[in-house]
């Protein structure tokens, strides 16, 4: 079995944070979603990935490299647009040859692994196995109409609701998909659509087996779930300090403080993930706060927020609810009032 991991969406409901970063490499409790989602792949037991690439398609390739970290052989795969999961999946016909193969979005977070899903794929004979979460707002996902356990009809993004129960970001597929594929035309949102592909092998008899996800699982589609992502992955963080955390600093609660990281005079209120070479001075971090490699926080209050590499937070009380984007400076808050921050890369902001 090999495995598709799909990397080249663009992520505009993320902008600005994407303007300058590909979207699945924004961290999740300090890692990469792309990695987390490559680690599980590498666990059940694949070793052989393509990774779908687009206008970000540099980004990701010196990311993820050769495969070598998590012992995987890696090919990287251009898509010429972003069309659609089906047309990403006919771009990589040449990859994926006559193999069965799990298709990871790359974007998504998925805790609990794949393993399970992959060994009962390979134990059935089944064309295709969906997996489905209950979700709030199923206009905003493919869905999958059931009849008792038999699925009966998918639809992407309905514009009326028809079912809660939304495809996750996680499919395992034989080679009857590609054929599926090359039927479609682009749909109403000129995309080239996976669930009417489903929905071909449904209509030719082919079996379609859907399972419900026990674990959490979100789409980081949009800052909010970026956030919430941020918080199950820190709370399923083992403790672990590695750098240097001075006697004055409480540490209350899961703290994870990397090599070369250095905490003088603070509180870390964990669930927290402070990055390789960051520096942490008289500052209250957490709880649900990840930072970056090579930060610095001097007398700053910091909760619920994403803080990507080489940031500085200087004198800010109250910042919540925030991701702040490569290299971006914050400085001085005179007041005390929470503040909510969505910051590109490089970016300079000065509070009164």
Same mark, same amino acid.
């Given at each position: 079995m090999r495995a598709l991991v799909l990397a080249g969406g663009e992520g505009s409901r993320l902008r600005p944070i994407t303007s300058t970063n590909a979207k699945q490499l924004i961290p999740v409790a300090g890692t990469p979603i792309l990695f987390q989602a490559i680690e599980a792949i590498a666990q059940a037991g694949i070793t052989e990935i393509g990774v779908v690439i687009g206008a970000t398609g540099d980004e990701v390739r010196a990311a993820v490299g050769d495969g070598s970290r998590w012992d995987l052989d890696v090919t990287f795969i251009p898509q010429e647009a972003p069309l659609g999961i089906a047309h990403a999946v006919m771009t990589a016909e040449a990859f994926l040859g006559d193999e069965p193969f799990l298709l990871y979005l790359g974007d998504n977070v998925l805790m609990g692994g794949v393993s399970r899903f992959v060994e009962e794929f390979e134990r059935s004979d089944a064309d295709a196995h969906i997996l489905l979460a209950r979700v709030p707002e199923p206009e905003q996902f493919g869905v999958a109409m059931l009849e008792g356990d038999r699925v009966v009809r998918l639809v992407e993004k309905p514009r009326e609701p028809l079912s809660d129960l939304a495809l996750v970001g996680v499919y395992l597929f034989r080679r009857s998909i590609l054929d599926a594929c090359r039927t479609l035309a682009p749909s109403w949102r *000129?995309?080239? $659509?996976? /669930?009417?592909?489903?929905?071909? +092998? +449904?209509?030719? %008899? !082919?079996?379609?087996?859907? $399972?419900?996800?026990? *674990?959490?699982?979100?789409? /980081? %589609? =949009?800052? $909010?779930? +970026? +956030? $919430?992502?941020? !918080?199950?992955?820190l709370a399923a963080t083992e403790p672990s300090i590695v750098g240097d955390v001075d006697d004055p600093t409480t540490v209350e609660g899961p703290v994870v403080v990397r090599a070369g990281a250095k905490v003088t005079g603070s509180v870390l209120r964990g669930p927290v993930v402070i990055g390789e070479g960051s520096s942490i001075e008289r500052s209250t971090i957490g709880p649900d706060v990840s930072i970056g490699t090579g930060c610095r926080v001097e007398g700053s209050q910091i909760s619920d927020s994403i803080v990507m590499e080489d940031c500085t937070i200087v004198d800010v009380r109250g910042l919540t609810g925030s991701i702040l984007g490569r290299r971006v400076?914050? !400085?001085?808050?005179? %007041? /005390?009032?929470?503040? =909510?921050l969505i910051v590109g890369d490089q970016s300079r902001i000065e509070l009164d």
């Amino acid at each position: 079995m090999r495995a598709l991991v799909l990397a080249g969406g663009e992520g505009s409901r993320l902008r600005p944070i994407t303007s300058t970063n590909a979207k699945q490499l924004i961290p999740v409790a300090g890692t990469p979603i792309l990695f987390q989602a490559i680690e599980a792949i590498a666990q059940a037991g694949i070793t052989e990935i393509g990774v779908v690439i687009g206008a970000t398609g540099d980004e990701v390739r010196a990311a993820v490299g050769d495969g070598s970290r998590w012992d995987l052989d890696v090919t990287f795969i251009p898509q010429e647009a972003p069309l659609g999961i089906a047309h990403a999946v006919m771009t990589a016909e040449a990859f994926l040859g006559d193999e069965p193969f799990l298709l990871y979005l790359g974007d998504n977070v998925l805790m609990g692994g794949v393993s399970r899903f992959v060994e009962e794929f390979e134990r059935s004979d089944a064309d295709a196995h969906i997996l489905l979460a209950r979700v709030p707002e199923p206009e905003q996902f493919g869905v999958a109409m059931l009849e008792g356990d038999r699925v009966v009809r998918l639809v992407e993004k309905p514009r009326e609701p028809l079912s809660d129960l939304a495809l996750v970001g996680v499919y395992l597929f034989r080679r009857s998909i590609l054929d599926a594929c090359r039927t479609l035309a682009p749909s109403w949102r *000129g995309e080239y $659509e996976i /669930t009417e592909a489903i929905q071909w +092998l +449904l209509d030719s %008899g !082919r079996q379609v087996r859907a $399972e419900m996800v026990s *674990g959490y699982w979100k789409d /980081t %589609g =949009r800052p $909010e779930d +970026l +956030l $919430e992502a941020n !918080r199950m992955m820190l709370a399923a963080t083992e403790p672990s300090i590695v750098g240097d955390v001075d006697d004055p600093t409480t540490v209350e609660g899961p703290v994870v403080v990397r090599a070369g990281a250095k905490v003088t005079g603070s509180v870390l209120r964990g669930p927290v993930v402070i990055g390789e070479g960051s520096s942490i001075e008289r500052s209250t971090i957490g709880p649900d706060v990840s930072i970056g490699t090579g930060c610095r926080v001097e007398g700053s209050q910091i909760s619920d927020s994403i803080v990507m590499e080489d940031c500085t937070i200087v004198d800010v009380r109250g910042l919540t609810g925030s991701i702040l984007g490569r290299r971006v400076e914050v !400085r001085r808050s005179g %007041g /005390t009032g929470a503040r =909510r921050l969505i910051v590109g890369d490089q970016s300079r902001i000065e509070l009164d």
